[in-house]
């Protein structure tokens, strides 16, 4: 089994700063992308940004240049440094990553945490 346990949400005031994480345990063998999701109220959920194992990174047009994703992998963890943030970027944030377990060859499992919110408020 595979856990991935985000945190660092809150709220904040626009055009301040939040600093989300994201750490995956369990039987991991090697894990390939992870990235972050959002959904609002209301709205589906959608892709914040995503960075491989490589070190590939991808950004929504609507956080570039505010947002900045990194990650850890000998801790399986992975971040989102959001600055200069706007109403808009309320939204429940999810972790998302995709993991090869120990023992199983050659297939890839995706999981989600269980999401941490951030509001965005004055």
């Known amino acids: 089994q595979v856990q991935l346990v985000e945190s660092g949400g809150g709220l904040v005031q626009p055009g301040g700063s939040l600093r989300l994480s994201c750490a995956a345990s369990g039987s991991i063998g090697n894990i390939n992308a992870m990235g972050w999701y959002r959904q609002a109220p209301g709205k589906q959920r959608e892709l914040v940004a995503t960075?491989?194992?490589?070190?590939?990174?991808y950004y929504a047009d609507s956080v570039k240049g505010r947002f900045t994703i990194s990650r850890d992998n000998a801790k399986n963890t992975v971040y989102l440094q959001m600055n200069r943030l706007k109403p808009e970027d309320t939204a429940v944030y999810y972790c998302n990553a995709d993991i090869y377990l120990v023992g199983i060859a050659g297939r890839l499992y995706n999981y989600w945490g269980q999401g941490t919110q951030v509001t965005v408020s004055s």
């Open positions: 960075i491989t194992s490589g070190g590939n990174i």
